[in-house]
């Protein structure tokens, strides 16, 4: 069955590039057991190029037609989601700060990234290193239904975010929604959205979600249909590398 069918826009964005991504990137390439990132993952903040990422995020949805535009923009608790949000809405004139009728990003818990348990701040190796036990069990179950310890599968963050969209559509029939999360919540939405198997959504999470991409589905009348997914044009024309 598909979901968040009566929203007249679902637009989607991951958070600009965060140290903590910079910091996973590095520990990944040298082989490292631990990511090296020291902040709580609520508190990870963005990157100087996730800043500008968001900024020209946001220079994309002011020139967006009126008609499309955002009515409602909804965004994950974690500081580089929200402060993509802030960034990205201060380049557009509709969600002018000083304006009292002016965009402003709610701030929803349920769109918080997946959260890994013991596992967090390891990287795969540091994985098989210290907990040889899970990962043999991850292999066995598979990436959508594993669970470590103290985290949450990815069918468990789906759960979250059908209570979220339910809500949402309650909230604003017929909106338009921006959406400001992570990796793992575009990916789920659009499992959710397009009603896609286990097999069909981890294919498509096998290309990673870009820092600031942007996915987009309207209602056609019937439900809401893709416009597009992970497109980070916007990223490249500005001059901020996509990524």
């Known amino acids: 069955m598909a979901w968040v069918n009566a929203l007249q826009w679902l637009n989607l964005t991951r958070h600009g590039e965060s140290t903590g991504n910079v910091a996973n990137g590095t520990a990944l390439e040298s082989g490292a057991e631990e990511t090296g990132v020291r902040e709580r993952d609520a508190d990870v903040p963005l990157s100087e190029k996730g800043r500008a990422q968001a900024a020209a995020l946001g220079h994309r949805l002011a020139a967006l037609p009126e008609d499309e535009r955002p009515t409602m923009v909804v965004a994950s608790?974690?500081?580089?989601?929200?402060?993509?949000?802030?960034?990205?809405?201060?380049?557009?004139?509709?969600?002018?700060?000083?304006?009292?009728?002016?965009?402003?990003?709610?701030?929803?818990?349920?769109?918080?990234?997946r959260e890994q348990g013991v596992l967090e701040g390891l990287t795969p190796a540091g994985v098989r290193s210290r907990f040889p036990a899970e990962a043999e069990r991850l292999r066995r179950l598979g990436k959508f239904y594993y669970r470590p310890p103290g985290g949450e599968s990815w069918t468990d963050v789906a759960l979250r975010l059908r209570g979220f969209y339910r809500d949402l559509e309650a909230a604003a029939p017929g909106g338009r929604v921006l959406v400001v999360a992570h990796d793992a919540i575009v990916v789920l939405t659009r499992y959710l959205v397009e009603g896609l198997s286990e097999r069909e959504v981890l294919d498509i999470e096998r290309a990673p979600v870009g820092n600031a991409s942007l996915s987009r589905w309207r209602h056609d009348g019937g439900g809401l249909v893709a416009v597009c997914y992970n497109d980070v044009s916007h990223l490249t024309s500005a001059g901020s590398p996509a990524g």
């Open 77 to 113: 608790p974690y500081l580089r989601a929200l402060d993509t949000a802030r960034i990205a809405l201060a380049q557009t004139s509709y969600a002018a700060p000083r304006d009292p009728g002016g965009l402003v990003p709610r701030v929803d818990e349920r769109l918080r990234d």
